[in-house]
């Protein structure tokens, strides 16, 4: 199939699915500095509206353990025109929503079809190209993806700011069903498909095990760790989770391939890609709340803050393509990750006299370790794959991704929301002559604090990981045993 299809029409097939891809990207960030105000709108806590976040990630890491049955089972052409038009009727959703819980049904809507498109373009790429060019292309690909995050923070904050939040949805929807017309005029179908069944009881307890997981860790910021809800939900959702890894590794046609961690190399990535999305997404989170809460920055001076570095991670991202093809993964792991350290040690210690302009530098380092390490990642752990494990690798990939960026997004506003609540109580009796305002500053300023030192932990286990991973040499050898 791969030599059926010429180099014009690849171009052609990556274009549509970049595109979608892209607005998919766009549309789940853009929410993110959006959340503050959100707050005021509906009148629910942090915890409650980083639903709309941890929300999105849980339905995508539900369905995209199905993904590689879908891709079997239905064309390419079938997949991302269904996955489009459930982010086009999602998107028209929330633009009408006029309470908290229309919102939340309409981002769970956007994010069936979202949950479809990014491991189904990485499959695409492994039918197209050899993966001696992989990087190469990721490193585009990942030029466009990233640079949807690179202008989200700016563009949702000016839309905040001078708008009304709703036109975050009405402004994208148009786009959406753009995309929607191109894919029924251009794209074309990649692989062939077979008559696949469906094994329901997988998808049942995968998706009650991580639904159970990420309810009980979001649901530890409001009711606390100690909290019967909180201890029987987790605990279920481990041991429900533990039966639908059992159930794959014993069938003969498993939901999803569990195989694929029998690959050093994809092992290794896959658990600092976990490291990794917690820190990306809970940053993504927790800096616009610092910002607006902690220092009273607009939405928009925030989301202007995050730009350079997110433009920078952008067109960085080819030239990281480039050298993983030719110096391999570890070096760029492990230069990446410096970065990340060092921009997490930089707001450990955040005040309310520390820099617009520090700031900003910091998140500059930290999206230039990013762009040394997100799409290598990926790259690294696929290319140690045999073909045929391709589609599952993409699945497993992306299931990880979106349960890591849930779990790292409800553990860090855990952490920022009962550390806020133990500062605000410390400050009100501690410092009479403060006012309540500044009180709820310097607890959100202290609780960010609290909350970044996690993190450069988790940046710390990551580095050490990579430090095994193996050098381009025994990546090549692998891959010819595979």
């Not at 171009?11 to 607005?23: A, P």
């Not at 990485?122 to 190209?129: A, K, N």
């Not at 074309?188 to 997981?213: Q, Y």
């Not at 939405?299 to 995050?306: D, I, P, T």
Request: hydrophobic share 50%.
């Amino acid at each position: 199939m791969q030599k059926e299809i010429s180099e014009k029409n690849k171009k052609i097939i990556l274009i549509v699915l970049i595109t979608g891809c892209f607005l998919s990207t766009l549309n789940q960030t853009l929410l993110n500095v959006a959340m503050s105000n959100l707050m005021e709108v509906f009148d629910v806590t942090a915890t409650t509206v980083q639903w709309l976040s941890t929300g999105f990630m849980l339905i995508n890491g539900v369905l995209v353990p199905i993904t590689a049955f879908l891709m079997k089972r239905y064309t390419t052409r079938q997949l991302f025109i269904s996955s489009m038009l459930s982010l086009f009727i999602g998107t028209v959703l929330c633009a009408c929503a006029m309470n908290f819980g229309v919102l939340l049904t309409g981002r769970m809507i956007q994010a069936v079809g979202a949950g479809i498109i990014m491991p189904l373009m990485m499959t695409v790429i492994l039918y197209l190209y050899p993966s001696e060019k992989r990087g190469s292309v990721m490193g585009t690909i990942g030029f466009a993806i990233i640079f949807a995050p690179a202008i989200a923070p700016t563009l949702s904050g000016f839309i905040i700011e001078y708008v009304s939040w709703r036109w975050l949805f009405i402004g994208l929807a148009p786009f959406v069903f753009i995309v929607i017309i191109l894919a029924f005029k251009y794209l074309m179908n990649v692989a062939e498909t077979t008559k696949a069944t469906l094994d329901i009881v997988s998808v049942i307890l995968s998706t009650i095990g991580f639904g159970c997981i990420i309810f009980g860790f979001s649901s530890a910021g409001s009711k606390g760790w100690d909290h019967p809800v909180v201890i029987t939900t987790i605990i279920t959702g481990i041991f429900v989770t533990t039966l639908f890894c059992l159930r794959q590794i014993k069938s003969n046609d498993p939901l999803l391939n569990l195989s694929v961690f029998k690959y050093k190399i994809f092992t290794l990535t896959s658990i600092i890609n976990v490291l990794i999305t917690m820190i990306m997404y809970a940053d993504l989170i927790l800096l616009p709340i610092y910002l607006q809460n902690g220092r009273g920055f607009t939405a928009f001076e925030s989301g202007l803050l995050l730009l350079p570095g997110a433009v920078i991670n952008a067109f960085l991202s080819p030239i990281t393509g480039k050298m993983f093809d030719k110096y391999g993964a570890k070096p760029l792991f492990i230069t990446g990750l410096i970065c990340i350290i060092i921009s997490m040690w930089g707001v450990i210690d955040l005040t309310e006299s520390t820099t617009y302009m520090y700031v900003m530098v910091r998140t500059i380092i930290l999206r230039i370790g990013l762009s040394f390490i997100s799409m290598p990642l990926n790259t690294a752990g696929l290319n140690a794959l045999p073909r045929e494990l391709g589609s599952h690798g993409s699945a497993v990939n992306n299931t990880i991704r979106q349960l890591a960026g849930a779990i790292g997004t409800a553990v860090i506003i855990t952490v920022y929301t009962i550390q806020s609540t133990s500062h605000t109580l410390q400050l009100s009796s501690e410092s009479g002559n403060i006012s309540a305002i500044q009180v709820k500053k310097l607890a959100s300023t202290f609780s960010s604090n609290d909350a970044y030192v996690f993190m450069l932990v988790l940046s710390f286990v990551a580095l050490i990981i990579a430090c095994f991973t193996p050098k381009k040499v025994a990546i090549q050898k692998y891959e010819s045993k595979s």
